[in-house]
């Protein structure tokens, strides 16, 4: 473009001068009345082209001949095409090609035939410098375009990452609860056990500080490997295993400690659960045995049975206690929590009071994508 350019201002410098001489002083003051305008286009691009043609007017009113200093109203009709809405530029672009027509009839007083080179030439000039400030304009709009696009991609993604904080966050809460309050629960029943014995059976009574203590370590193990999750600085609590199946039997070792006579049976052929599968049969069977030893009752029974389907494993936990006629505090989450395990699967979850008295929890898990015989 620039060759074009310095071409176009040799063919208005060599074009005859018409009209009066005004002397040097006067080009003078028009070459700079053209020029420093452009030191402030970039900042008021539309005033500066005002600025400039209007210039250009009155040097055509006055008849003095186009200067190289004319070549501002190209520059200037650049810089609104490049940095203006394309309806400035249309109008830029429109004023350049009068005023190049009105100076080829001014310069050229001869037959039209002899106008029609110079006015196609200052024609394709004035065109070529428009369509390039408006590729220019739309090249930084598909830039700007761009830099938005990844930046609304960043926010995106720092949102997912905090959505999928909060959804661990939320993940280690429930933990933290059927971690606590099966603990806990175990906890108190022995501690009142070990009350009502330390004076009558001392053995009983050390065998319920003993199962305390264990219950204890064990409490503080399970919290220390999930709160070590939250922390940067150390990642060794990812890769402690979860409990699963195989833990159950652990599980209902404990509970049986705790004084709640409690069977447990297994029926169909075992299969190979994900470890997340297994962790939601071993959570929802913690809860409900929990919940067993906090509401059945003294005297009361329970049952544990996990059935193996082809699609489904099934888990079941009755017991024969109070069930609907215990009191509800009204503060824990763990029903909440089990159905939202059992949902995250596919599953469903039932907690309801047994007809002939008693409570009782039935989960249904597919195991269709998690599992294999």
Not at 142 to 162: G, I, K, M, N, P
Request: net charge neutral; aromatic share 8%; with cysteine.
């Amino acid at each position: 473009m620039l060759p074009v350019l310095a071409w176009s201002a040799l063919v208005f410098g060599a074009a005859p001068p018409v009209g009066r001489d005004y002397g040097e002083a006067w080009y003078v003051v028009l070459t700079l009345a053209l020029c420093l305008p452009l030191i402030w286009r970039r900042r008021w691009p539309r005033a500066v082209f005002v600025i400039v043609a209007a210039v250009c007017g009155v040097q055509w009113l006055a008849h003095i001949a186009a200067l190289p200093a004319n070549i501002a109203i190209l520059i200037v009709l650049y810089t609104v095409a490049a940095w203006c809405p394309f309806r400035w530029g249309v109008a830029a672009a429109v004023v350049a090609e009068i005023g190049a027509f009105m100076e080829v009839t001014q310069q050229w007083t001869g037959p039209w035939r002899e106008m029609r080179g110079p006015l196609l030439f200052l024609s394709v000039v004035v065109g070529g410098v428009w369509i390039l400030g408006v590729y220019m304009n739309t090249r930084r709009a598909y830039l700007r375009s761009l830099e938005e696009r990844a930046a609304r991609l960043e926010r995106e993604r720092d949102t997912r990452v905090q959505v999928a904080m909060a959804a661990e966050r939320a993940r280690i809460a429930r933990e933290l609860h059927d971690v606590v309050a099966h603990n806990v629960s175990v906890i108190v029943v022995q501690a009142d056990g070990a009350g009502f014995a330390i004076e009558t059976d001392r053995d009983r009574a050390k065998q319920a500080l003993e199962a305390i203590s264990a219950t204890g370590r064990t409490a503080l193990a399970e919290m220390r490997r999930l709160l070590g999750v939250l922390r940067e600085s150390d990642d060794a609590g990812s890769y402690v295993p979860q409990p699963g199946v195989e833990q159950l039997t652990d599980l209902v070792d404990q509970i049986r400690a705790s004084g709640l006579p409690l069977r447990f049976e297994i029926d169909g052929v075992p299969r190979e659960l994900s470890q997340g599968l297994q962790l939601t049969v071993f959570r929802i069977v913690q809860e409900a045995l929990t919940n067993t030893l906090k509401h059945a009752g003294t005297g009361a029974t329970a049952e544990v049975n996990l059935h193996y389907g082809d699609e489904a494993v099934e888990v079941r936990i009755c017991d024969d206690g109070r069930g609907a006629a215990a009191l509800d505090d009204g503060q824990g989450h763990g029903l909440v929590g089990m159905r939202e395990r059992v949902a995250m699967y596919g599953g469903a979850a039932q907690a309801r009071p047994r007809p002939g008295g008693g409570w009782e929890v039935v989960a249904r898990l597919p195991v269709r994508d998690g599992a294999r015989t």
